[in-house]
Protein backbone atom coordinates (compact mmCIF):
# COMPACT_ATOMS: atom_id res chain seq x y z
CA UNK A 1 0.00 0.00 0.00
CA UNK A 2 1.53 3.64 -1.00
CA UNK A 3 2.66 5.43 2.18
CA UNK A 4 0.94 8.53 1.38
CA UNK A 5 -2.48 7.01 0.44
CA UNK A 6 -3.06 4.62 3.07
CA UNK A 7 -5.15 5.45 5.69
CA UNK A 8 -2.72 4.69 8.57
CA UNK A 9 -0.80 7.91 7.28
CA UNK A 10 -4.03 10.02 7.13
CA UNK A 11 -2.65 11.92 10.14
CA UNK A 12 0.48 13.20 8.57
CA UNK A 13 -0.57 14.14 5.76
CA UNK A 14 -3.05 16.30 7.05
CA UNK A 15 -0.67 18.03 9.64
CA UNK A 16 1.21 18.52 6.23
CA UNK A 17 -1.41 19.82 4.13
CA UNK A 18 -2.05 22.50 7.36
CA UNK A 19 1.34 23.27 7.70
CA UNK A 20 1.79 24.58 3.68
CA UNK A 21 -1.57 26.29 4.90
CA UNK A 22 0.01 28.32 7.68
CA UNK A 23 3.28 28.82 6.34
CA UNK A 24 1.56 30.03 3.78
CA UNK A 25 0.06 32.73 5.76
CA UNK A 26 2.94 33.74 7.73
CA UNK A 27 4.60 34.49 4.19
CA UNK A 28 1.51 36.71 3.45
CA UNK A 29 1.88 38.48 6.06
CA UNK A 30 5.42 39.35 5.86
CA UNK A 31 3.87 40.63 2.21
CA UNK A 32 1.27 42.73 3.85
CA UNK A 33 1.04 45.53 6.77
CA UNK A 34 -0.66 42.03 8.85
CA UNK A 35 1.58 39.77 10.91
CA UNK A 36 -0.50 36.52 11.84
CA UNK A 37 2.25 35.85 14.52
CA UNK A 38 2.26 38.93 16.05
CA UNK A 39 -1.91 39.01 15.95
CA UNK A 40 -1.58 35.92 17.72
CA UNK A 41 1.03 36.17 20.31
CA UNK A 42 -0.45 39.71 21.58
CA UNK A 43 -3.94 38.86 21.24
CA UNK A 44 -3.80 34.68 22.12
CA UNK A 45 -1.10 34.12 24.40
CA UNK A 46 -1.10 34.47 28.32
CA UNK A 47 0.48 37.69 30.24
CA UNK A 48 4.01 36.59 31.17
CA UNK A 49 4.37 35.81 34.93
CA UNK A 50 0.63 35.17 35.10
CA UNK A 51 1.46 31.59 36.11
CA UNK A 52 4.81 30.08 36.87
CA UNK A 53 3.87 26.59 35.97
CA UNK A 54 2.53 27.84 32.64
CA UNK A 55 5.65 30.03 31.88
CA UNK A 56 8.05 27.23 32.31
CA UNK A 57 5.82 25.01 29.64
CA UNK A 58 5.86 28.16 27.44
CA UNK A 59 9.47 28.90 28.06
CA UNK A 60 10.42 25.76 27.28
CA UNK A 61 9.00 25.72 23.80
CA UNK A 62 10.52 29.02 23.05
CA UNK A 63 6.93 30.86 23.12
CA UNK A 64 7.69 34.27 23.43
CA UNK A 65 10.97 33.73 21.65
CA UNK A 66 9.99 32.84 18.45
CA UNK A 67 6.63 33.81 16.56
CA UNK A 68 3.84 30.99 17.40
CA UNK A 69 2.66 30.67 13.95
CA UNK A 70 6.34 29.73 13.44
CA UNK A 71 6.08 27.70 16.01
CA UNK A 72 2.71 26.02 14.95
CA UNK A 73 4.82 25.21 11.87
CA UNK A 74 7.79 23.77 13.54
CA UNK A 75 4.90 21.53 15.11
CA UNK A 76 3.12 20.03 12.18
CA UNK A 77 6.08 19.47 10.37
CA UNK A 78 7.71 17.48 13.15
CA UNK A 79 4.77 15.54 13.72
CA UNK A 80 4.17 15.00 9.47
CA UNK A 81 7.77 13.56 8.96
CA UNK A 82 7.96 11.90 11.92
CA UNK A 83 4.79 9.73 11.65
CA UNK A 84 5.82 8.58 8.21
CA UNK A 85 9.12 7.69 9.44
CA UNK A 86 7.72 5.90 12.25
CA UNK A 87 5.19 3.98 9.69
CA UNK A 88 8.21 3.54 7.30
CA UNK A 89 10.05 1.54 10.10
CA UNK A 90 6.84 -0.17 11.25
CA UNK A 91 6.26 -1.43 7.63
CA UNK A 92 9.93 -2.62 7.37
CA UNK A 93 9.90 -4.68 10.43
CA UNK A 94 6.69 -6.17 10.54
CA UNK A 95 5.41 -5.68 7.19
CA UNK A 96 2.49 -4.00 7.83
CA UNK A 97 1.57 -0.06 8.90
CA UNK A 98 0.39 1.08 12.33
CA UNK A 99 -3.17 2.14 13.14
CA UNK A 100 -2.89 5.94 13.07
CA UNK A 101 -3.41 6.75 16.40
CA UNK A 102 -0.96 4.20 18.09
CA UNK A 103 1.82 5.93 15.68
CA UNK A 104 0.97 9.57 16.67
CA UNK A 105 2.09 9.23 19.88
CA UNK A 106 5.54 8.65 19.04
CA UNK A 107 5.18 11.37 16.25
CA UNK A 108 3.79 13.69 18.74
CA UNK A 109 6.98 13.37 21.16
CA UNK A 110 9.03 13.76 18.32
CA UNK A 111 7.28 16.88 16.62
CA UNK A 112 7.69 18.22 20.32
CA UNK A 113 11.11 17.96 20.27
CA UNK A 114 11.13 18.99 16.92
CA UNK A 115 9.98 22.52 18.43
CA UNK A 116 12.13 22.72 21.43
CA UNK A 117 15.12 21.86 19.44
CA UNK A 118 14.45 23.75 16.01
CA UNK A 119 12.87 26.81 18.13
CA UNK A 120 15.61 27.03 19.83
CA UNK A 121 17.67 27.32 16.99
CA UNK A 122 15.35 30.17 15.92
CA UNK A 123 14.61 32.10 18.57
CA UNK A 124 19.08 33.11 18.11
CA UNK A 125 18.60 33.84 14.53
CA UNK A 126 14.88 35.59 14.48
CA UNK A 127 15.43 39.21 15.35
CA UNK A 128 14.07 39.73 18.98
CA UNK A 129 12.40 43.35 18.10
CA UNK A 130 10.16 41.20 16.21
CA UNK A 131 9.15 38.53 18.76
CA UNK A 132 9.27 40.11 22.41
CA UNK A 133 6.93 39.76 24.52
CA UNK A 134 6.91 42.64 26.94
CA UNK A 135 4.62 44.04 30.35
CA UNK A 136 1.82 46.41 29.08
CA UNK A 137 3.34 48.49 30.98
CA UNK A 138 5.96 49.82 28.70
CA UNK A 139 3.43 49.97 25.57
CA UNK A 140 0.89 52.85 27.93
CA UNK A 141 1.77 56.39 27.46
CA UNK A 142 3.90 55.29 23.47
CA UNK A 143 2.76 56.01 20.00
CA UNK A 144 1.71 53.51 18.17
CA UNK A 145 1.68 53.72 14.08
CA UNK A 146 -1.74 52.43 12.98
CA UNK A 147 -1.06 49.59 10.33
CA UNK A 148 -4.12 48.15 9.13
CA UNK A 149 -7.33 49.87 10.21
CA UNK A 150 -10.75 47.83 10.11
CA UNK A 151 -13.47 48.92 8.30
CA UNK A 152 -15.80 47.77 10.23
CA UNK A 153 -17.33 49.07 13.93
CA UNK A 154 -16.70 46.64 16.68
CA UNK A 155 -13.32 45.30 15.24
CA UNK A 156 -10.16 46.34 16.26
CA UNK A 157 -7.36 47.39 14.34
CA UNK A 158 -3.62 46.45 13.82
CA UNK A 159 -0.83 49.06 15.02
CA UNK A 160 2.82 48.80 15.34
CA UNK A 161 4.82 50.39 17.98
CA UNK A 162 8.31 50.39 19.32
CA UNK A 163 9.06 49.85 22.94
CA UNK A 164 11.95 51.93 24.79
CA UNK A 165 14.66 49.59 23.35
CA UNK A 166 13.45 50.09 19.83
CA UNK A 167 11.88 46.87 19.34
CA UNK A 168 8.82 46.51 17.41
CA UNK A 169 5.17 44.80 18.08
CA UNK A 170 2.07 44.47 16.73
CA UNK A 171 -1.09 45.29 19.34
CA UNK A 172 -4.78 45.66 18.42
CA UNK A 173 -5.83 49.12 19.07
CA UNK A 174 -9.19 50.69 19.12
CA UNK A 175 -10.42 54.32 19.51
CA UNK A 176 -10.87 55.43 23.53
CA UNK A 177 -12.80 58.55 22.35
CA UNK A 178 -16.13 57.61 20.64
CA UNK A 179 -16.57 58.53 16.86
CA UNK A 180 -13.07 58.45 16.30
CA UNK A 181 -11.90 57.21 13.58
CA UNK A 182 -8.40 55.34 12.80
CA UNK A 183 -6.95 55.14 9.57
CA UNK A 184 -3.55 53.57 7.95
CA UNK A 185 -0.75 55.71 8.65
CA UNK A 186 -2.09 57.49 11.63
CA UNK A 187 0.10 58.11 14.92
CA UNK A 188 -1.82 57.37 18.13
CA UNK A 189 -0.67 57.54 21.48
CA UNK A 190 -1.84 54.37 23.72
CA UNK A 191 -3.71 55.44 27.13
CA UNK A 192 -4.76 52.13 28.41
CA UNK A 193 -5.11 48.02 27.68
CA UNK A 194 -8.55 46.55 28.39
CA UNK A 195 -8.41 42.90 28.17
CA UNK A 196 -5.85 42.19 24.84
CA UNK A 197 -6.78 45.52 23.15
CA UNK A 198 -4.98 48.55 23.28
CA UNK A 199 -7.16 52.13 23.62
CA UNK A 200 -5.80 54.78 21.73
CA UNK A 201 -6.20 58.56 21.21
CA UNK A 202 -5.17 60.70 18.87
CA UNK A 203 -1.24 61.53 19.32
CA UNK A 204 -1.47 64.87 20.37
CA UNK A 205 2.39 65.68 20.03
CA UNK A 206 3.54 64.42 16.80
CA UNK A 207 7.23 65.09 18.16
CA UNK A 208 6.11 62.37 21.33
CA UNK A 209 8.36 59.06 20.19
Not at 161 to 173: T, Y
Not at 178 to 199: F, H, P, T
Amino acid sequence: MNLLTAPQTVPFGAAFVVMLGLAVLELVGLLSSFSPSEWIDHSLLPEPHSDAALDGVLGWLHLGKVPTLILLVLLLAGFSICGYLVQILASGVSGAYLPGLVASVPAGAGAIAAVRLLGGALGRIIPRDESSIVSEREFIGRVATITCASTRDGLASQARLRDAHGRAHFLLAEPDVAGMALADGMEVLVVSRVGSIYRVIANPHPTLM
